[in-house]
């Protein structure tokens, strides 16, 4: 039971141009959503989250939208640079069961083409 | 550079054996999980720990463990080893219970022959 769905295995993005990386969930219970960014031979490095009360929270070049209805988050990023070819990961947390555990998805692959 | 540290990198056993995988948390951090990651698969969480006692429970076999010592560090032992335990063995830290992010270590390749 995936939970936690990442669609698209792989993206290919313009530099200079906006990736979106998109997540659905089915768990309505999920209550915090985390994006996670993964290079080779390292362990996922936190980039940006979100709590279920908000529909919209913005780092720098990283925004992660957040639509409830459709259980559905995106991770924009702009402008899209070459180090941001990695694995990205979405995450979800339900505190509700008094536990902090995430639930991954199965990434997507970015890759910036210069 | 996390603070998570994790040995061994790489581990190369048979099946059959054990192994012990150590992670040591960021300073001050209370919290300690361990997740697996197997070829083509999303991080799969196996269990967390809280100041020393068990705090929730994922998917994890009856034939691994864990534990965390009082001096914050946490160790996952695999016993009675299979092919499919071969996969990268993840260890987060996070300041706390509660909303508060996970930071990965670089993780320890397990390779069962």
């Known amino acids: 039971d995936q939970q936690v769905k990442q669609n698209s295995p792989s993206l290919s993005v313009q530099e200079g141009r906006i990736s979106i990386l998109n997540c659905d969930y089915t768990?309505?219970?999920?209550?915090?959503f985390l994006w996670y960014k993964k290079y080779p031979a390292e362990g996922p490095t936190f980039l940006i989250s979100?709590?279920?009360?908000?529909d919209k929270n913005e780092d720098g070049r990283f925004t992660v939208f957040l639509n409830k209805s459709a259980k559905h988050l995106s991770l924009h990023i702009v402008p899209s640079q070459p180090g941001d070819s990695a694995v990205y990961f979405c995450a979800a947390r339900d505190l509700n069961f008094g536990n902090e555990k995430l639930t991954f998805g199965t990434g997507t692959r970015l890759t910036i083409i210069p | 550079d996390s603070g998570v540290t994790q040995t061994p990198k790489h581990l190369i056993t048979a099946t059959g054996q054990r192994v012990t995988l150590r992670c040591s948390p960021r300073?001050?951090?209370?919290?300690v999980y361990w997740y697996q990651q197997s070829l083509d698969q999303g991080l799969q969480f196996l269990i967390q720990?809280?100041?020393?006692?068990?705090?929730a429970k994922g998917n994890i076999l009856e034939r691994f463990s864990a534990q965390q010592f009082p001096d914050l560090h946490s160790e996952l032992n695999l016993s009675s080893l299979e092919l499919g335990d071969s996969a990268l063995y993840f260890c987060?830290?996070?300041?706390?219970?509660?909303?508060?992010?996970?930071?990965f270590g670089p993780g320890t390749r397990l390779t069962v022959t």
């Open positions: 768990n309505s219970m999920f209550d915090y």
């Open positions: 979100i709590s279920s009360i908000k």
């Open positions: 987060a830290s996070s300041a706390g219970t509660g909303p508060y992010e996970q930071y």
């Open positions: 720990y809280y100041n020393g006692e068990e705090r």
């Open positions: 300073s001050g951090d209370l919290s």
